[in-house]
Structure formats: structure tokens, C-alpha cells
């Protein structure tokens, strides 16, 4: 055992709480250290998962204008074609009525009035950009 000085014995109460203070205080500042480090691995593994999320979101946005893209490009291809077709029958519409005269008292009958208002309303939804047709397919 160590020997105490005569000087230092009535202070030895103080001294051993000292102590015990100081060790305690060590043990709290390792606590917190360790606390510390894993608020900070937690933050980093948070921030790793909203990384991954962001990453899946913009692969999904690209996947999505690629699709748009797609779309755009048929709708352009099918509007050409509509632009062909349009003027194909305006063509030929010209040249009937040029060529065959309707006579002066004649009038549409019922049937008629409806296919010709169905062919307008067709091309009117078609010129607003409105889908035209039957909702479902036909079976054929």
C-alpha cells in the first residue's frame, strides 16, 4: 500500500469523492462518445436509404418519359397519317359532288342523317383530341 502523506489524511473523505467524481465523469463522457457514434451511423444509414429512394424514383421518372416519349412519337406518326387520310377524302368528296350533282329536291334520309352526323361528331372529337371510337373492341 501506498503510504499518506500526514498533510493530505484529514482531506481523504474529499479526496476518495474526488476520485469517484472523476470516474464517474469519465464513464458519462464514454457514454455519450459512444451515443454519439451511433446517432451518426444511424443519420448515415438514413441518409443511405433516401439516396436508394431517390435513385428508384429517377430510374422510374426516366422509364416513364421514355414511355411519353413513345406516345408522343405514335401520336405524331398516326396524326401524319390522319393528315393523309383527311385530305384524301376531302378529295374524293369534291370530285363526287363535281361529278355527281345532287337534284335540287332531294333530301337526306333518316339513316343517312345519322351516319352523316356520326362522321361529323367523329371528326370533331378527333380534331379536340378527343379519343373516338368504341370503348371496347369488337370481337371479330
Request: aromatic share 6%.
Amino acid at each position: 500500500m501506498i503510504p499518506i502523506p500526514s498533510w493530505l489524511a484529514p482531506y481523504m473523505g474529499l479526496v476518495k469523492v474526488a476520485a469517484l467524481l472523476a470516474i464517474f465523469g469519465a464513464g458519462m463522457w464514454f457514454e455519450a462518445q459512444i451515443k454519439d457514434t451511433q446517432i451518426a451511423n444511424d443519420k448515415a444509414d438514413r441518409m443511405e436509404q433516401i439516396a436508394a429512394s431517390a435513385t428508384d424514383a429517377l430510374a422510374q421518372f426516366q422509364h416513364d418519359a421514355k414511355l411519353i416519349n413513345g406516345a408522343a412519337a405514335s401520336f405524331t406518326a398516326l396524326q401524319s397519317d390522319n393528315d393523309v387520310k383527311f385530305a384524301r377524302i376531302e378529295t374524293e368528296l369534291r370530285n363526287v359532288f363535281k361529278s355527281h350533282p345532287l337534284p335540287a329536291d332531294c333530301r337526306p334520309d333518316d339513316g343517312r342523317v345519322r351516319s352523316l352526323s356520326a362522321a361529323i361528331s367523329a371528326t370533331n372529337d378527333t380534331a379536340a383530341g378527343r379519343r373516338t371510337g368504341p370503348a371496347v373492341p369488337a370481337n371479330n
